[in-house]
């Protein structure tokens, strides 16, 4: 059974930084799908990063793509988000997401089915 836990978020200014942590345990981690998403009170829940956990390959959602930084420690299975200069709008709950195959749907989140419960980012102007 895959378990995703997030920790990381939190109240900053604009222009500020903040890195999201997902401590990940279950089975052949090294195989997964991991990626972010992100859901703002009454919005869509959108695709921030991915990452194909075999080859280190990333994705990146063009809103974000120039801002974020996706990476990972395959030997503590935990997943990170670097996010830099930060925006109002940056603000959502953060979630973390895996799944054992994700190919051309990497930020699409009907092909995660694993999820963690999130964590809050509020950037205030």
Known sequence: QVHLAESGGGSVQ???????????????Y??????????????????????????????????????VTISQDIDKNTL??????LKPEDTAMYYCAAGSYAGGRALSKDAYPNWGQGTQVTVSS
Do not use: H, I
């Open 30 to 67: 090294s195989r997964w799908w991991v990626a972010w998403f992100r859901q703002a009170p009454g919005r869509e829940r959108e695709g921030v990063a991915a990452l194909y956990a075999a080859d280190g390959s990333t994705f990146y959602g063009d809103s974000v793509k120039d801002r």
């Open 80 to 85: 990170y988000l670097q996010m830099n200069n």
């Open 14 to 28: 604009a222009g500020g930084t903040l890195r999201l942590s997902c401590t990940t345990s279950g089975p052949t």
